[in-house]
């Protein structure tokens, strides 16, 4: 591939040689983050799958325990108990440096307001059944909140990987080569003119001794 | 202090309320898509989202995916699973990978 012209003195050589090897460095480090990267990748992303499978067959079961509860009460009862006395939750969110990738890390927990159980209802009026579909619920959240975890994690790790592949892959194929093609050329042509001033060198100095020999002959 | 907001048909969502989520009953994708640009502002963190809602607003939910501060997850609704939560996993395993290793 042709590249750009370049200056061929020693000044741009120094400064095509300094940046190549810059280069070569980055290129290094780079490639070296995306193979780290791609090993917590993997993993991260089969833990993730792992969760999803889990939850969405816990999902079922959840949503068909909450039916239950409903057929058992009257739907209204049930909706009151789980909107009025309401439960509140905190969710606290910290920050994790994943390979310079910040990726947050999630930790809720519930607060009941109602005094009499941990679900935040009274059970005069509830079944059993809404207290097995809630503590299901409850068991549940820590897996929900750690598929969030990695979810979002997966999503940012293969953003950045991506982004790495590009700059190893032109670091690799574009600019590396480009510099020492140029590299080359400057090294050419400064050969070249040193060959060219040799011949002049040796062609000088043979004009001068043969004028010696003559001025020599003379006398 | 973070928020966590689910969003879905009355049926799907409702259960969340007792564990402290806030709750968004909808069913209309518009109405989602508000509610989802609005969140970081509004103090949440983490969005479920039925898979059956996040259909309709792939496009919003994508400019999230590199947000730290809003994770938007998707979660089967009453109806059982429409494979999204797991297309989307897949999806990302091509995005760094270049094909889906994990089958």
Known sequence: MPQKQVTPTRMELT???KR???ARRGHKLLKDKRDELMKI???TVREDKALRKRIEERMQLLHSGFNLAAAVTSREIMEEALVYPKSEGELSVSYK???SVVVPEYSYEVKTNG???PYGYGFAFTSGEL???VGELYDMLPDLMRLAEVEKQSQMLADEIEKTRRRVNALEYIMIPGFEENIKAIIMKLDENDRGNTTRLMKVKDMMIEEQRKQNNMR | MKKIGVIGDKDSVLCFKAAGFTVFITEDGTEAENIIKKAEADGFAVIFITEHLLKEITDTADRFKSNPNLSIIPIPGRNGSLGIGM?????SVEKAVGADILK
Do not use: W
Request: positive net charge; without cysteine; charged residues 30%.
């Open chain 1, 131 to 133: 207290d097995n579909a």
């Open chain 1, 41 to 43: 990748f993997l993993d």
């Open chain 1, 20 to 22: 190549l090897m810059t």
């Open chain 1, 115 to 117: 005094g009499e159980s």
């Open chain 1, 15 to 17: 400064r095509l040689k």
């Open chain 2, 87 to 91: 297309a989307a996993i897949k999806k």
């Open chain 1, 97 to 99: 440096n994943v390979m």
